[in-house]
Nanobody
Framework: QVQLQESGGGSVQSGGSLRLSCVAS????????MAWFRQAPGKTREGVAA????????YYGAPGKGRFTVAHDNAKNTLYLTMNNLKPEDTAMYYC?????????????????????WGQGTQVTVSS
């Protein structure tokens, strides 16, 4: 079992920045893919960014490309999402996710169904 806990959300004005964190605990010795998703009320869940814990190669979905940066600190078992130049359209609940040994690959790396473990989410609100 893996537990994920997000933090770092909040309210900012358009153009501001936030850094989200996701601490993984439990059975985290093996490498895995971790990702950030977001979902606004009444909308589908979007894949923002993903990275394998054993690599430095990030993958970005359309919402995260250009303005967001994903990283993982293996020593701290923590996933980060640095968000710059935030826009009102970025307002959503942001979720951290982790797969279970190679499920998330090219083609499904930003699909929610590829992930086994989810955090409770952290709210990001961007005002105009």
């Amino acid at each position: 079992q893996v537990q994920l806990q997000e933090s770092g959300g909040g309210s900012v004005q358009s153009g501001g920045s936030l850094r989200l964190s996701c601490v993984a605990s439990g059975s985290v010795a093996e490498a895995a893919t971790m990702a950030w998703f977001r979902q606004a009320p009444g909308k589908t869940r979007e894949g923002v960014a993903a990275i394998h814990t054993a690599s430095d190669s990030p993958y970005y979905g359309a919402p995260g490309k250009g303005r967001f940066t994903v990283a993982h600190d293996n020593a701290k078992n923590t996933l980060y999402l640095t968000m710059n130049n935030l826009k009102p359209e970025d307002t959503a609940m942001y979720y951290c996710a982790r797969d279970r040994g190679g499920i998330a690959t090219m083609g499904n790396i930003l699909r929610p169904s590829a992930y086994n473990y989810w955090g409770q989410g952290t709210q990001v609100t961007v005002s105009s």
